[in-house]
C-alpha cells in the first residue's frame, strides 16, 4: 500500500479512479478495497477525499480563495470542496479560513 499512498500523494490533484489503483497494484476493485480498508481503516474514496481535504485546508490556512483551494486540491470545483468540507469538517470552508485567519491575528 506504500506505493498507492505514493501514487494518490503525487496525483490526488488529477481525476483517480479505484478501478486505476486496483490495477496500479494489479488486484481486483474489490480485492483491492479490502485490504486497502483493512490497512487504513477507510476505503480508497474516503483516503482520497480525507487527503484532499488536509490539502485544501493549507491553502485556506494561508488566505487562498475556496475556488483556488478546491482546484489545487483536486476537486471538481468549489461546490464539490464545499459539500465535502461540510460533511467531513461540519464547517464550511470560509468559517474555517476566517477562524485560522482569526487565530492567526490573535497570535500575533
Same mark, same amino acid.
Given at each position: 500500500?506504500?506505493?498507492?499512498?505514493?501514487?494518490?500523494?503525487?496525483?490526488?490533484?488529477?481525476?483517480?479512479?479505484?478501478?486505476?489503483?486496483? *490495477?496500479?497494484?494489479?488486484?481486483?476493485?474489490?480485492?483491492?478495497?479490502?485490504?486497502?480498508?483493512?490497512?487504513?481503516?477507510?476505503?480508497?474514496?474516503?483516503?482520497?477525499?480525507?487527503?484532499?481535504?488536509?490539502?485544501?485546508? *493549507?491553502?485556506? +490556512?494561508?488566505?487562498?480563495?475556496?475556488?483556488?483551494?478546491?482546484?489545487?486540491?483536486?476537486?471538481?470545483?468549489?461546490?464539490?470542496?464545499?459539500?465535502?468540507?461540510?460533511?467531513?469538517?461540519?464547517?464550511?470552508?470560509?468559517?474555517?479560513?476566517?477562524?485560522?485567519? *482569526? *487565530?492567526?491575528?490573535?497570535? +500575533?
Amino acid at each position: 500500500m506504500e506505493k498507492t499512498m505514493a501514487y494518490i500523494s503525487a496525483n490526488y490533484q488529477h481525476p483517480i479512479k479505484v478501478s486505476d489503483l486496483a *490495477k496500479y497494484n494489479c488486484m481486483s476493485v474489490f480485492h483491492f478495497c479490502r485490504v486497502f480498508k483493512s490497512m487504513t481503516g477507510m476505503s480508497p474514496h474516503n483516503y482520497l477525499i480525507q487527503y484532499r481535504l488536509s490539502m485544501s485546508r *493549507k491553502s485556506l +490556512q494561508v488566505n487562498e480563495s475556496i475556488f483556488n483551494a478546491a482546484i489545487d486540491a483536486g476537486f471538481y470545483d468549489s461546490s464539490h470542496l464545499i459539500r465535502n468540507f461540510y460533511k467531513y469538517m461540519a464547517l464550511s470552508p470560509e468559517s474555517y479560513r476566517l477562524s485560522i485567519l *482569526k *487565530k492567526s491575528k490573535i497570535i +500575533q
